[in-house]
Nanobody
């Protein structure tokens, strides 16, 4: 099984930046794609960003393009989300997701993935 530990969340003013990290441990695979979903108060869970297992391809939600950057370190099996120009609408619990297959591109999680515990991001006006 795979365990995911997230860090880097917190509270910032609009326009500020945060960097989220998610480290995988346990029995992992080199072909794991990694990414992030988020859930804001009163809203459904939504896709944020993902990166292929090789790191050569990325996928971003339209709402974060140009502001967020996803990257990974396969030696550490860790994924990062650099969030710049944060807006109040970005306030949510952010969940790290890892798994094999092409869910990172299709955004379809029916194939099975592992979830992190979530980290709170709060952006104030």
């Amino acid at each position: 099984q795979v365990q995911l530990v997230e860090s880097g969340g917190g509270s910032v003013q609009a326009g500020g930046s945060l960097r989220l990290s998610c480290a995988a441990s346990g029995r992992t695979f080199s072909s794991l794609a990694m990414g992030w979903f988020r859930q804001a108060p009163g809203k459904e869970r939504e896709f944020v960003a993902a990166i292929s297992w090789s790191g050569s391809s990325t996928n971003y939600a339209d709402s974060v393009k140009g502001r967020f950057t996803i990257s990974r370190d396969n030696a550490k099996i860790t994924v990062y989300l650099q969030m710049n120009s944060l807006k109040p609408k970005d306030t949510a619990i952010y969940y790290c997701v890892v798994g094999r297959g092409t869910w990172w591109l299709s955004r379809d999680l029916s194939g099975g993935v592992y979830w992190g515990q979530g980290t709170q991001v709060t952006v104030s006006t």
